[in-house]
Every structure is written in structure tokens, then in C-alpha cells.
């Protein structure tokens, strides 16, 4: 996504909550990391996250309608900001249930500055089992309903299937060279959602365009 926006003239600001950003992997997926805007200053909870955003907003609309690109890595490796001050006195004294709180707060913010704006805001996250659930098998992304209340469009990835020479049985998993990565298109209100597709990942150089058009 960053480099599809670099591609046609805009910005991709990446807000690296999980400090795990490989620049040479996305050198090798065509971004231009030299052209990523890549905060090093210290943005440790919800709320200062947001703030960057705001001012990102307000800048783009000031000097130039230029497209921007705002990735959020990720809603659950950031806590609000008084559980991260707690969390810095110990572990007994960080708690754990403001978060879905201040998602909902910030976003209800920041949405209408979104949206009278050039700029396109990806949150990322994990899905995790819902262990309170009565449900078996249950899932959720653990900050709240409000991400996906505000979201455009909300996208599943799992992976279903190994990709390469593990298709042969005689191989093992050293031969594997990818994943089959299934996306599932749960929200959208641009466009009918619930379908499905399947492209080929391959290790180190991101989706295999030429194999997924001959699948197709």
C-alpha cells in the first residue's frame, strides 16, 4: 500500500508501534524508504499516535492536497496513556481496559479530519482468540468495536496453504518459498463485501502478481 501511494505522487507515513519495520524488506516491495516518513521521535501511547495524525492532517491541508498514507502498526502493541505510565512502575500497575475507550474517543476525532481530507488512515491488527467468549472458536482484536465501527473497509488475511515445491509431497518445508494467503473482505461500504480471494505471498518479495494472474 505505501508503495502504491509513492507510485502516484503521495506520502505514506508509517507509525511503527511494534518496532519490528524491516526497511529492507520494503525496499524489496518498492517502497522508496528514503521517501517513507518514519516518526524516530518517541510516540508511546493512543493518544500522542493520534496527535501525530491531527498534525499530519492539518499540514497537508495547509500547504497541498497532496494523497497521504497513514499506516497504524498496530492498534494492539500501543496502550493509552495512562496505562503506559503505569505500566513503567510495574506490571502490577498497568491495567489494561482503557484502550477500547481511547480508540473510540480518538477516532470520533480524528474521522471528520479524515475525511474532508486527502488522506487514508490503515489500522493494522492482529486477530486473537476470544477467550470469554461462550463460543467455541470466537474471535476478536481485543481494543473494542470502535475500529471497526468507523473502518470503510475491513480486510481478514490468514493463511491457508503453504506456496512453491511444498505443492509436491516428496519435498518438505524447506522447499516452501511463500504462503497462500486467503483475504476476506468483511466490511465495505464502497463496494459489495464478503468475497473472497487467495493470492500467493512469497518470502521476501511480497505477492506473487505473475502466479496470482495464473491462478486466475
Same mark, same amino acid.
Given at each position: 500500500?505505501?508503495?502504491?501511494?509513492?507510485?502516484?505522487?503521495?506520502?505514506?507515513?508509517?507509525?511503527?508501534?511494534?518496532?519490528?519495520?524491516?526497511?529492507?524488506?520494503?525496499?524489496?516491495?518498492?517502497?522508496? $524508504?528514503?521517501?517513507?516518513?518514519?516518526?524516530?521521535?518517541? $510516540?508511546?501511547?493512543?493518544?500522542?499516535?493520534?496527535? !501525530? %495524525?491531527?498534525? $499530519?492532517?492539518?499540514?497537508?491541508?495547509?500547504?497541498?492536497? !497532496?494523497?497521504?498514507? %497513514?499506516?497504524?502498526?498496530?492498534?494492539?502493541?500501543?496502550?493509552?496513556?495512562?496505562?503506559? %505510565?503505569?505500566? =513503567? @512502575?510495574?506490571?502490577?500497575?498497568?491495567?489494561?481496559? +482503557?484502550?477500547?475507550?481511547?480508540?473510540? /474517543?480518538?477516532?470520533?476525532? #480524528? #474521522?471528520?479530519?479524515?475525511?474532508?481530507?486527502? &488522506?487514508?488512515?490503515?489500522?493494522?491488527?492482529?486477530?486473537?482468540?476470544?477467550?470469554?467468549?461462550?463460543?467455541?472458536? &470466537? *474471535?476478536? #482484536?481485543?481494543?473494542? =468495536?470502535?475500529?471497526?465501527?468507523?473502518?470503510?473497509?475491513?480486510? #481478514?488475511?490468514?493463511?491457508?496453504?503453504?506456496?512453491? =515445491?511444498?505443492?509436491?509431497?516428496?519435498?518438505?518445508?524447506?522447499?516452501?518459498?511463500?504462503? !497462500?494467503?486467503?483475504?476476506?473482505? @468483511?466490511? +465495505? *461500504?464502497?463496494?459489495?463485501?464478503? !468475497?473472497?480471494? *487467495?493470492?500467493?505471498?512469497?518470502?521476501?518479495?511480497?505477492?506473487? /502478481? &505473475?502466479?496470482?494472474?495464473?491462478?486466475?
Amino acid at each position: 500500500a505505501c508503495a502504491e501511494f509513492q507510485a502516484q505522487g503521495g506520502v505514506a507515513l508509517y507509525l511503527d508501534f511494534e518496532r519490528k519495520l524491516d526497511f529492507s524488506y520494503a525496499d524489496a516491495l518498492d517502497v522508496d $524508504v528514503d521517501a517513507l516518513v518514519y516518526p524516530r521521535a518517541k $510516540v508511546d501511547s493512543i493518544e500522542a499516535g493520534f496527535a !501525530v %495524525i491531527e498534525k $499530519v492532517i492539518a499540514r497537508v491541508r495547509d500547504v497541498a492536497e !497532496v494523497p497521504v498514507l %497513514i499506516v497504524w502498526d498496530s492498534l494492539q502493541s500501543v496502550a493509552a496513556a495512562s496505562d503506559a %505510565i503505569g505500566a =513503567k @512502575r510495574g506490571f502490577e500497575d498497568s491495567g489494561y481496559g +482503557n484502550e477500547a475507550y481511547q480508540y473510540s /474517543r480518538c477516532l470520533r476525532k #480524528i #474521522i471528520p479530519l479524515i475525511h474532508d481530507s486527502r &488522506a487514508l488512515l490503515m489500522l493494522i491488527s492482529q486477530v486473537r482468540m476470544d477467550l470469554g467468549s461462550p463460543v467455541s472458536g &470466537a *474471535q476478536t #482484536i481485543g481494543v473494542g =468495536k470502535a475500529p471497526l465501527f468507523y473502518a470503510t473497509q475491513c480486510f #481478514i488475511w490468514k493463511q491457508v496453504a503453504g506456496y512453491g =515445491k511444498l505443492a509436491s509431497k516428496i519435498r518438505g518445508e524447506a522447499d516452501r518459498v511463500g504462503q !497462500v494467503t486467503e483475504i476476506e473482505v @468483511r466490511k +465495505n *461500504q464502497v463496494a459489495p463485501p464478503f !468475497v473472497k480471494v *487467495q493470492v500467493p505471498v512469497v518470502f521476501g518479495s511480497g505477492v506473487d /502478481r &505473475a502466479g496470482s494472474l495464473l491462478e486466475a
